[in-house]
């Protein structure tokens, strides 16, 4: 099991996050990450677009999602955009409930209240209850519930599965952290 776990924490950050030798090549792996996210989300929610262009900000992720029986880890890198300056995140998730598989995600948080855009910048905590089931490899595959957007407190949320198969009922925590690039070790 310690094994199983050590293997998903080295894929989480191989796979979740911005590469590159220096803080400038990481911002721009990021942007380029969060740019084809949000093109792949505009492309199955509709209103994505409307949301983000009403925004007073809005926060693009895209990283990995690891299930394991009663254990759920993930990670990745986020571009989080108001007034025009570009702000860099890494985001960290832990959760618990039934799960098997792997999946690399891209969600959108658009922000509609500045209450909810100063508690994310301030505390950077989300969480939420979620069930599903998707496999998706290209553009082949079915999902069931993969593809969700919700609205609470001012901040709508939109979620794809980009590729990867699982199968989940958890309830998981995101922590949102600033970064520059400059410690990061990928």
């Known amino acids: ?46 209103e994505a677009r409307r949301a983000v262009s009403a925004s007073l900000g809005y926060l693009v992720c895209t990283g990995n999602d690891n299930y394991l029986f009663a254990a759920s880890t993930g990670g990745g890198v986020c571009t989080f955009r108001s007034k025009g300056v570009v702000e860099y995140y890494r985001f960290a998730t832990l959760g618990a409930g039934l799960g098997l598989g792997f999946k690399k995600v891209a969600f959108l948080y658009t922000f509609h209240d500045a ?13 939420g209850a979620r069930a599903e089931a998707s496999a998706r490899y290209e553009e082949d595959g079915g999902q069931v519930a993969a593809n969700t957007s919700y609205d609470v407190g001012g901040v709508k949320v939109f979620q794809v599965a980009l590729w990867g198969a699982a199968a989940q009922a958890t309830v998981q925590g995101y922590k949102f952290w600033a970064t520059d690039f400059t410690s990061d070790v990928m």
């Open 1 to 46: 099991m310690k094994l199983m776990t050590t293997v998903l924490g080295l894929m989480v950050l191989l796979l979740g996050c911005a590469t590159g030798s220096s803080p400038e090549e990481k911002k721009a792996n990021a942007n380029k990450e969060t740019a084809a996210a949000l093109q792949n989300i505009y492309q199955e929610h509709a």
């Open 115 to 127: 209450k909810a855009m100063k508690r994310f910048r301030e505390e950077g905590w989300d969480a």
